[in-house]
T-cell receptor
Framework: KAGVTQTPRYLIKTRGQQVTLSCSPISGHRSVSWYQQTPGQGLQFLFE???????NKGNFPGRFSGRQFSNSRSEMNVSTLELGDSALYLC????????????FGPGTRLTVT | DQQVKQNSPSLSVQEGRISILNCDYT??????FLWYKKYPAEGPTFLIS?????DKNEDGRFTVFLNKSAKHLSLHIVPSQPGDSAVYFCAASAFVLNDYKLSFGAGTTVTVRA
């Protein structure tokens, strides 16, 4: 099976702009979660989508939003970018098994200047 | 609120010796614990896990120990190899809204010296 893919891999934006990141989960996985990774902060949970519905949400401002399509692909959008939004954004998919084990994509490195 | 804490941001160990990574958690509802390994420019990959009903799980060079009373788990890597140099994330899983939700620690960067 192909792994989780994320596009683009690298992105440079300026403050005030908006950005959309894309994630394609492993075939058959219906749960997609998004995380932000910054140095020293580990993986901060953004939100999780399951069957096109947002099921869980982390403590991020409303500028961060997402959606999931019927084919389980997911997009994450950040509006009015701030310098502090520079981070690695990781997408993970899960079949929903009891262990909670997730499979991560390579991430999108977002730099805000 | 950081429910999973890895208090050591970095660890340096000699090749062939033991690496011990520690993780503490606060939520007693966590019932499954996982370790992920991350190389630069790649997403985290699953390494090893342990259910809350066990106190030890071993897989080759990797062993995870769980002390529920202390809300503490550790990952032992023996012997450490240069390819083990990576960031290691501890994660804990709790059942939320009909599925499991993972909470991650901040990570520990392991450097294995030749």
């Amino acid at each position: 099976k192909a792994g989780v893919t994320q596009t683009p891999r690298y992105l440079i934006k300026t403050r005030g702009q908006q950005v959309t990141l894309s994630c394609s989960p492993i075939s058959g996985h219906r749960s997609v979660s998004w995380y932000q990774q910054t140095p020293g902060q580990g993986l901060q949970f953004l939100f999780e989508y399951f069957s096109e519905t947002q099921r869980n949400k982390g403590n991020f401002p409303g500028r961060f939003s997402g959606r999931q399509f019927s084919n389980s692909r997911s997009e994450m959008n950040v509006s009015t970018l701030e310098l502090g939004d520079s981070a690695l954004y990781l997408c993970a998919s899960s079949p929903g098994q009891a262990s909670g084990e997730q499979y991560f994509g390579p991430g999108t490195r977002l730099t805000v200047t | 609120d950081q429910q999973v804490k890895q208090n050591s941001p970095s660890l340096s160990v000699q090749e062939g010796r033991i690496s011990i990574l520690n993780c503490d958690y606060t939520n007693s509802m966590f019932d499954y614990f996982l370790w992920y390994k991350k190389y630069p420019a790649e997403g985290p990959t699953f390494l090893i896990s342990i259910s809350s009903i066990k106190d030890k799980n071993e897989d080759g060079r990797f062993t995870v120990f769980l002390n529920k009373s202390a809300k503490h788990l550790s990952l032992h890597i023996v012997p450490s190899q240069p390819g083990d140099s990576a960031v290691y994330f501890c994660a804990a899983s709790a059942f939320v809204l009909n599925d499991y939700k993972l909470s991650f620690g901040a990570g520990t960067t392991v450097t294995v010296r030749a």
